[in-house]
């Protein structure tokens, strides 16, 4: 987690998922769909989310920056 995603979610006391839906709706998996390097040190990522409810697969796609710090890419930000 980048030091600018850290101080956007310190403090912060919600139950919900920041990471995925912003809800207590917590998915069951994830699969990255797609990967686009926008720049030399950030990217954005295509993460598909999934749940099972009542004999049905729901899927939904969410969209991640991540950013290249010291050689290391990081969790920025959802992007929805």
């Not at 006391?13 to 990967?35: Q, W």
């Not at 390097?37 to 009542?54: G, N, Q, R, T």
Request: aromatic share 10%; glycine share 2%; hydrophobic share 35%.
């Amino acid at each position: 987690m980048t030091t600018e995603a850290y101080a956007d979610l310190k403090g912060s006391s919600s139950e919900d998922d920041v990471f995925t839906t912003n809800t207590n709706n917590y998915p069951k998996a994830f699969r990255v769909g797609s990967c686009k390097v926008d720049s030399s040190d950030e990217a954005v990522l295509s993460v598909l989310l999934f749940w099972h409810k009542d004999d049905q697969n729901i899927q939904q796609e969410i969209t991640v920056e991540a950013r290249k710090v010291n050689d290391k890419w990081l969790f920025n930000k959802v992007i929805r």
